[in-house]
């Protein structure tokens, strides 16, 4: 029987260090390994024994392109802990800084990493030969996330501004406007994006996939709501680790996680649009429907449309902070520990992102859990491999080579993220 | 002239404190410090006719070895200068800036080889040593350069 087996040792163009693995035998698929060999990073270790207060600067860490995810998680696992409610203007703040890392990492993935794929580049560097002028205005684009995170809280990377309770400092109002003229021109563009996302060739590929991500009852979800899917789920973030499961797969230092009933499921932006077609504003529901990508979407490649859907709305969403902008009359609400528990989850550009800690009386942590979004992509993206390699099998190997690492990128990947947490035991005898 | 590189990496601050050394004499116009975000760099060299950067890198020689790479015609070559998994490095900023046509016309690139990367460790001594080589050199380049060009060094 005749033996084929894809390999690729390095994947380039996602975050972090990975292989992949696929065997076939004929016309079966029998193996398809997603390898993730970055080192582990032991975060949730680590973090034993620190105080309430330094979890969101040290799990900021754990990212560069999704600081703000582990940010925000933390400070609502914390506040949940300690019974504090962060409303009101400091709210919108929150939601005004994840916009602006929406944007900066979507703008990433949709120009730089994935787009390639679509137009037979081998990167952007290649592609930005022939597209130059569309990479500058992403990388314009992509400025105006940045600016917005450094305005916000101090830098565009690991920003130090965000604390449990709120904000060490609130910007002031000349601050926010200064970042208005340069979002004006981004609305344009990112509906620009939109339009010229759709416009790509996508593989005929479709799958029946659980989607999971928050849902809030007003808004698109961001920092709050409940874990909802398509096929039932419908449970408070308290309830994560009653319905899910993180398991560990011999060939990967990240864990991979699974819904106990039904197994693997699928976050990030497909989940979130089709959960919450409805939350969007309606301009933007109406250009959905014009470019022809429906309110559900059950083909990931088309992923590179929802991140630009969803660009637009962090732009507009943005915006709408900005100019109803009045500084609070405090940066934070005061916070006052106590023995507890608390569970967090937000929308990080890739998914939802759950963090839970157990804290002591002093408000020191005693146990940390973080279950970032690639890790719970990891079975789909293995399945998602199987399925496509079973039936595009006629295409020569180099071709259907591309189209698997195309289809590992549809996910946005983070591996960094993802392996921040395997668990390391000593067994002394 | 552009300093590139992590100020708390060991010998990866070569790059910015090289900058540092000449931000007082020559100003934010002429100098600049860059973590090496290639949005970020490319905006830094955006509309100047020529630009100098200084960063550490390693192809397997002594520490401390200074070398010069001209990449206003030829691509820098990318296996030398370490690359973050986040971004595309020195070498690949060049080159997207290159296809989007807006290298400036002369690049002139210091590699200071560098020993270690650890975090938050002193600058190995041979690589302090290069670093004031460099500074020298950059700040006589500088003060050679009319006054009107300055600004656009």
Same mark, same amino acid.
């Given at each position: 029987m005749k033996r084929r087996t894809i390999k690729v040792d390095e994947l380039t163009r996602v975050e972090g260090e990975g292989a992949m693995h696929i065997e076939m035998r004929g016309d079966e698929v029998t193996d398809v390994k997603l390898t %993730?060999?970055?080192?582990?990073?032991?975060f949730e270790g680590f =973090?034993?024994?620190? $105080?309430?207060?330094?979890a969101p600067d040290i799990t900021a860490?754990?990212?560069? %392109?999704?600081p703000v995810a582990y940010q925000m998680s933390s400070v609502y696992a914390m506040e949940d802990a300690f019974g504090v409610e962060v409303d009101g203007v400091l709210r919108e703040l929150r939601r005004l800084l994840y916009c602006g890392e929406w944007i900066e990492s979507h703008v990433l993935h949709v120009? @730089?990493?994935? @787009?390639p794929d679509f137009l037979g580049f081998e990167s952007a560097i290649h592609m930005a030969k022939d597209h130059g002028e569309t990479v500058a205005k992403a990388l314009r684009l992509k400025k105006a996330g940045n600016a917005i995170v450094s305005t916000l809280a101090?830098?565009? %990377?690991? &920003?130090?501004?965000? !604390?449990?309770?709120?904000?060490y400092r609130a910007p002031t109002k000349q601050e926010l406007g200064g970042l208005l003229e340069e979002l004006e021109w981004s609305l344009g563009m990112a509906e620009e994006m939109v339009r010229f996302t759709a416009g790509l060739s996508f593989p005929d590929f479709e799958k029946d996939y659980e989607f999971v991500a928050l849902r809030h009852p007003e808004e698109y &979800?961001?920092?709050e709501g409940k874990l909802v899917s398509n096929r039932g789920l419908d449970i408070p973030i308290s309830e994560f680790r009653e319905h899910f499961v993180e398991i560990h797969e011999p060939h990967s230092t990240a864990l991979h996680c699974k819904l106990k009933e039904r197994g693997m499921y699928f976050v990030g932006p497909l989940a979130r649009y089709n959960l919450n077609? $409805?939350?969007?504003p309606e301009n933007i529901q109406e250009l959905a429907l014009e470019i022809g @990508?429906? !309110?559900?979407?059950?083909?990931?490649?088309?992923g590179i449309i929802i991140r630009s859907v969803e660009t637009l709305y962090a732009v507009q969403e943005a915006l709408r902070i900005i100019k109803s902008y009045e500084p609070p009359a405090v940066a934070s609400v005061p916070v006052e520990p106590r023995e507890s528990v608390g569970h967090g989850c937000t929308e990080a550009p890739r998914g939802i992102l759950y963090h839970r800690y157990e804290l002591a009386e $002093?408000?020191? %942590?005693r146990h940390a859990q973080i279950v970032p979004p690639t890790a719970q992509n990891l079975p789909t993206i293995e399945d998602d491999l199987r399925q496509y390699v079973t039936q595009? =099998?006629? @295409?020569p190997d180099s071709e259907l080579k591309w189209q698997c690492e195309q289809a590992v990128r549809n996910y946005d990947p983070c591996i960094s993220c993802s392996t921040h947490f395997l668990k390391l035991t000593i067994d002394r005898k | 002239m552009i300093g590139v590189g992590n100020r708390y990496r060991g010998d990866d601050a070569a790059g910015p404190v090289v900058a540092e050394s000449l931000l007082e004499e020559f100003g934010a116009e002429s100098v600049a410090t860059c973590d090496g975000d290639p949005g970020a760099l490319i905006d830094l060299w955006s509309g100047r006719r020529e630009v100098v950067l200084i960063d550490a890198m390693i192809s *397997? *020689?002594?520490? *401390?070895t200074i070398q010069r790479f001209d990449v206003s015609e030829n691509p820098l070559p990318a296996e030398d200068f370490p690359v973050s998994t986040h971004a595309f490095g020195l070498a690949g900023s060049i080159e997207l800036a290159r296809g989007m046509s807006t290298l400036p016309a002369s690049v002139v690139i210091y590699g200071i080889e560098a020993e270690q990367f650890e975090r938050g460790a002193a600058m190995s001594p041979r690589v302090r040593a290069s670093v004031w080589e460099v500074s020298r050199k950059l700040a006589r380049r500088l003060r050679a350069a009319p006054p009107r060009e300055r600004s656009h060094v």
């Open positions: %993730i060999y970055e080192p582990p990073r032991f =973090m034993q024994g620190r $105080d309430y207060s330094e860490r754990i990212c560069g %392109i999704c120009y @730089l990493l994935h @787009l101090g830098r565009e %990377i690991h &920003p130090i501004n965000v !604390k449990v309770g709120g904000f &979800p961001c920092c077609f $409805d939350k969007l @990508l429906g !309110k559900t979407c059950r083909n990931p490649f088309k $002093d408000g020191s %942590i595009f =099998m006629a @295409l | *397997g *020689g002594s520490a *401390g």
